[in-house]
């Protein structure tokens, strides 16, 4: 069982940045795919990151291509998501989740064994 808890949302005006963190508990952090999700109100979930867990290999929605940047330190448990230049239209209730050995499907919520509570980004124009 691995649990996951979100920190750093909150309100920031446009062209801001945020950097929120997602800790893990368990000792086999470094063998978990980690992504980032979001959900805007009214909306459907929507991928905006991951990392690999065997080659820290990244990817990025369209969208945040260029603002955002995943990282992970297994040294602590952690996985970060660098927010630059944010945008109203990034506001949503943001995700981490973990998937045990995941390789392919990284975009995909389905794939994933384990989600946080989400915390909330506001972006005021």
């Known amino acids: 069982q691995v649990q996951l808890v979100e920190s750093g949302g909150g309100l920031v005006q446009a062209g801001g940045s945020l950097r929120l963190s997602c800790a893990a508990s368990?000792?086999?952090?470094?063998?978990?795919?980690m992504g980032w999700f979001r959900q805007a109100p009214g909306k459907e979930r929507e991928f905006v990151a991951a990392?690999?867990?065997?080659?820290?290999?990244?990817y990025y929605a369209d969208s945040v291509k260029g603002r955002f940047t995943i990282s992970r330190d297994n040294a602590k448990n952690t996985v970060y998501l660098q927010m630059n230049s944010l945008k109203p239209e990034d506001t949503a209730v943001y995700y981490c989740?973990?998937?045990?050995?995941?390789?392919?499907?990284?975009?995909?919520?389905?794939?994933?064994?384990?989600w946080g509570q989400g915390t909330q980004v506001t972006v005021s124009s």
């Open positions: 990392i690999s867990w065997n080659d820290d290999s990244t």
């Open positions: 368990g000792r086999t952090f470094s063998s978990y795919a």
């Open positions: 989740a973990a998937g045990y050995g995941l390789l392919e499907g990284v975009e995909q919520g389905k794939y994933y064994d384990y």
